[in-house]
């Protein structure tokens, strides 16, 4: 039948006439505690992986320390509670630090094989008999074998309850981590969904501070311009409106002044009270607890960065700045991706000269106000411009004057038309403008507005000579004359050329007899 260790301690129990010996063998072991020591950490240090645990020389003095006080406390006769005390110490220790149960059972043979080896040296030295020292080695092996078993059985105790906890912590470790590498992947997903960069910042707020939950939060980013934009704070989780200190309106001009952004890392403070190297830029930055500032780059283009500030001391670890690391490149990334499609489709649709739509923006704006108007009805209608003469302009007076020459016209026309119609630069000196839900009577003044306006730009040639603007324009209405924009663009195109030929700077409205008159 197998006993349980608390079963099998019970047969080593001493006899009272046993006990007396007791006091006779500490105090041989206890004189000689070094040369045991000694001896078992020779031998200790011979078994596989032995010099890993107990080569530290801190580790080993620990231990060291803990052997020689049960060298000199452990043979008295205690009580089992006593004796569990003075065990509990050493059990503790080697759990903790991960001392397998066989290495215990070695520690233990190696005090036997020790212990024996001065005791006989010490009998000898004595004189003491051959059946005297058989019985004292007899109380002696009893009482090494209760603490042996006594002592295994606190440190299964201690071991299996560190077992879970450290189980409770990986899981509590893992189900973290799941967490962040989730909100990793969903914040992936969303930034590359959004067409916004103002979205793209409301996004990565919301995750940090669903995952983080810090006390205060800034995002800033940085325009094309190289100046820092209206960055989003939120404090305590409300959104708050920035008040710019000296500081701030400072680092609003050179983005460089803020450190994590200039060297392109994340910038950390675990206790900033205690912190010699604080940023003066890092918002915010309060005199205690922890913050970070972390920077949105994408490649080495930097876009802004994040300030987090928590009133926990240490409260980023090192997995969180990554995460928090890898937040900043994805956000990064996404901001240089939309402001590249914000550029190519600025430069597809744009004229470089005048910054007016060219004709493909307005192709398309007219396509697209046709298909409102099939579904909510109303009028729009096309005014088309040109520049009288301007041929001779440019013969004349160079390509620069006109250039100049339509640069002022563009001016004139922005301040004839409303903020919903379209304006366009067609090509050469051909302009175009979109009236929604205009009526030829209405889009009429318009025309009559710009042709004006043109008339009172005067065209500054050099120091000593001027010249007056004049343009002609035609007219025509959707669906009066024509049933889609596109269409009506051609009609106006005839009215345009009408009026040139009655005597140009006017304008003509599109009717059939002047397509009539014109054909």
Request: net charge neutral; aromatic share 6%; hydrophobic share 40%.
């Amino acid at each position: 039948m197998q006993l349980s260790v608390s079963q099998a301690a019970k047969l080593f129990r001493l006899h009272k006439s046993e006990i007396s010996l007791l006091e006779d063998i500490r105090k041989m072991i206890a004189d000689s505690s070094e040369v045991i020591l000694n001896l078992v950490f020779g031998r200790l240090s011979m078994l596989p992986d032995g010099a890993r645990l107990f080569g530290n020389s801190d580790r080993t003095g620990k231990i060291r320390t803990r052997m020689r006080k049960w060298l000199d406390r452990g043979l008295k006769p205690w009580s089992p509670e006593v004796r569990e005390s003075h065990l509990r110490p050493l059990a503790m220790f080697c759990a903790q630090k991960g001392v397998p149960e066989p290495y215990i059972t070695s520690v233990f043979h190696c005090l036997d094989y020790a212990c024996t080896k001065v005791l006989k040296k010490a009998a000898h030295r004595d004189k003491i008999d051959a059946k005297a020292f058989g019985k004292m080695e007899s109380v002696f092996r009893k009482r090494i074998m209760t603490e042996h078993l006594g002592f295994v059985l606190l440190y299964s105790r201690y071991a299996k309850a560190l077992a879970i906890r450290q189980r409770i912590a990986l899981e509590r470790k893992i189900e973290i981590r799941s967490r962040r590498l989730a909100s990793t992947v969903s914040l992936s997903q969303a930034v590359t969904s959004e067409i916004d960069q103002d979205q793209v910042i409301r996004v990565l707020a919301r995750h940090v501070m669903d995952i983080f939950a810090p006390e205060f939060l800034m995002i800033n980013t940085i325009g094309v311009e190289g100046l820092v934009e209206t960055p989003m704070m939120i404090v305590d989780q409300q959104v708050v409106a920035q008040d710019d200190d000296a500081a701030m309106h400072r680092l609003r001009k050179d983005w460089h002044l803020c450190r994590a952004a200039r060297i392109g890392q994340t910038y950390h403070v675990a206790d900033a009270a205690n912190s010699l190297t604080g940023c003066s830029y890092c918002a915010w930055a309060s005199q205690t607890g922890s913050y970070c500032c972390i920077p949105l780059t994408s490649g080495t283009n930097m876009l802004g960065w994040m300030n987090l500030r928590s009133n926990e001391i240490d409260a980023f670890s090192k997995e969180a700045l990554e995460v928090l690391g890898i937040y900043g490149q994805m956000v990064g990334t996404a901001i240089t991706s939309l402001r590249l499609v914000k550029e190519n489709t600025q430069q597809a649709t744009t004229d470089p000269l005048t910054g007016l739509h060219n004709r493909r923006y307005f192709e398309e704006a007219m396509h697209k106000d046709d298909l409102l108007r099939s579904r909510c009805g109303g009028s729009s209608s096309i005014i088309m411009l040109d520049v009288d003469h301007f041929k001779t302009f440019n013969d004349t007076y160079g390509h620069d004057t006109g250039d100049r020459v339509l640069i002022a016209f563009t001016a004139a026309l922005r301040k004839a038309i409303r903020a919903t119609d379209e304006l366009a630069r067609l090509g050469g000196d051909e302009f175009a403008i979109l009236l929604r839900g205009c009526q030829a009577e209405e889009a009429s003044c318009i025309a009559e507005k710009v042709v004006r306006l043109a008339e009172e730009t005067t065209i500054c040639i050099d120091a000593t000579r001027s010249e007056h603007l004049q343009i002609s324009a035609g007219l025509a209405a959707c669906p009066q004359d024509a049933e889609t924009l596109k269409e009506a663009l051609l009609l106006a195109d005839i009215a345009l050329m009408r009026a040139k030929e009655t005597g140009r700077n006017d304008y003509q409205i599109y009717n059939r007899q002047l397509h009539a008159a014109v054909g």
